[in-house]
């Protein structure tokens, strides 16, 4: 089975090509069926850049507000502890 990206180097290879162009992988020597599983979630040839950047920016967006709230979950927690220590 050809996989559409080399699970090798990650070069978009033709349909039913033997080898990969790019790096010279083929069955043999490099994309089994595990390294084909290995590389779906990578992007392939339908990946949509500006789709991606829109996901990408509201996730990190909303990972940023996330990781604030969490930033003092932690100072705080690790005050607690520091007071924890030094009142021992
Ligand atoms: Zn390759």
């Given at each position: ?24 992988s ?15 979630g990578l ?37 607690l ?8």
């Amino acid at each position: 089975m050809t996989p559409e990206v080399c699970p090798n180097c990650g070069a978009a290879v033709p349909p039913g090509a033997k080898a990969c162009p790019a790096c010279g992988s083929d069955e043999e020597t490099g994309w089994s069926e595990e390294a084909y599983a290995g590389s779906l979630g990578l992007p392939d040839e339908n990946f949509d850049y500006d789709d991606f950047v829109a996901r990408e920016f509201h996730g990190q967006g909303r990972a940023a507000r996330r990781a604030g709230k969490g930033r003092w979950i932690a100072a705080g927690l690790l005050v607690l502890i520091l007071l924890w220590f030094l009142m021992r």
